[in-house]
């Protein structure tokens, strides 16, 4: 097939790749030229693993086409799918003006009819706007899907080639029918096609998300009560996990959640139900505990160190949000940072992969912030280490050399990666959540 992808962030990116993987030519339309220059020289945009390789060879053999043309992409393609961003508003709701603009752009030029595709996480009913857009605009009859994505940043090309569920909003048919066609190259052993009306597939991305933060911010809570009794989250969890109703996905207690989707999702879906006159409670909860999480070791470092923190260093290991992507939007590490450089503390810091992309955010405090690529760099006359995201670097350690660099040996742990006995009899003072 012949697919449009509008948009080359992260969902369309990845879109793109591996639908080309799979044997189709695709289309990538962006408007910033430095980045489908990139592109086009196989340059990846962002950090996803498998991604580059992916697109260096899609790239190659002429099946992943970049450009900035947008009437190129709508004349070429027969399928073309909407991965614009909707970003969050000051006030928590998703700004949708962008997708809806562009389909007003397309709409425009559309010489014959096509199957258009929104995979942008959207608020309830602007699947509706955007085919009233069409119908009102376009000389040609669209069919019309929402195709929702579930895509784990640092995890996502594996996602999209072996998803749980395709779930497809629409009312039309023929649309449906083709879409099937497309992603049955990934689902080769059984189907996994939900098909719905696209109202309740709007939902269902943020539904989704929602209670996946819900179990977090709820695995928290319970974390805070196991610290005030005396009881052990990681037992806790073993616990209830075994339920086969419950099972063991998102279970695990730490400094909260961030990046892309849940916060903003929350949010929008929090603001949706307000729209209709409702209160999502368990959500604004599930929100205000997130909050509570991502300073709980800011406090557990003011009880130790007292509230003069001037001039005392931090080693913080981890500032992406989770391991294996470079997305620092909403991290714990970010809160947590700039909370100690208020207080007047430096901080050296590591990870992987978000080091360039926190420098810029920590402009102003380049003086007191310093970056290293050896994790053990950062320790050197530290007063403590803080480890915020649980890189498999960040595993398994060589205690004794910590011992010998830091200043005090004092461990804040917002994953529970460690082993508090182990430490203990290493000699560390050790902090974790919900222990």
Known sequence: MKIGIIGTGYVGLVTGTCFAESGNTVFC??????????????????FEPLLEDLLKKNTKENRLIFTTNLKDVTNNADIIFLCLPTPPNEDGTADVSRILDVSGKIAEILEESKIIVAKSTMPV?????????????CKHKIQY???????????????????????LGSSSARAIDVMKDLYSAFMRTSSRIIIMDEK???????????????????????ALLCEKTGANIDNVRVGISTD????????????????????KDVRALIRTAEEY?????????????????????????????????KNRKFAVWGLSFKPKTDDIRESPSIVLIEKLLDDGATINATDPAAIEKTKAYFR???????????????????????????????????????????????????????????????KFVYFGIGK
């Open 200 to 222: 309740s597939a709007e939902i269902t991305k943020y539904a989704a998300n929602g209670m996946l933060a819900t179990r977090i911010s709820f695995m928290n809570d319970i």
């Open 244 to 263: 086969g109703r419950i099972g063991d996905k998102f279970l695990f207690a730490g400094s909260g959640y961030g990046g892309s989707c849940f916060p």
């Open 125 to 137: 009913g602007t699947s509706e706007k955007i085919k009233s857009i069409f119908n009102t605009v």
């Open 277 to 309: 006159g409702l209160n999502l409670g368990i959500l604004k909860a599930v929100e205000e505990i997130n909050s509570r999480q991502k300073t709980i070791l800011y406090h557990k470092i003011k009880r130790f160190f007292g509230e003069k923190l």
């Open 364 to 426: 102003k405090f380049r003086h007191r912030i310093s970056f290293y690529e050896n994790y053990y760099d950062t320790l050197k006359g530290a007063d403590a280490l803080i480890l915020i995201t649980e890189w498999n670097d960040f595993r398994k350690p060589d205690f004794e050399r910590m011992m010998e660099l830091m200043k005090t040996p004092v461990i804040f742990d917002g994953r529970n990666i460690y082993n508090p006995k182990l430490l203990k009899e290493k």
């Open 29 to 46: 339309m962006d408007n910033h030229q430095e980045t489908i220059d990139k592109l086009k020289r196989g340059v990846c945009t962002i």
């Open 145 to 167: 899907v929402f195709n929702p994505e579930f895509l784990k940043e640092g995890n996502a090309v594996t996602d999209f080639m072996s998803p749980d569920r395709v779930v």
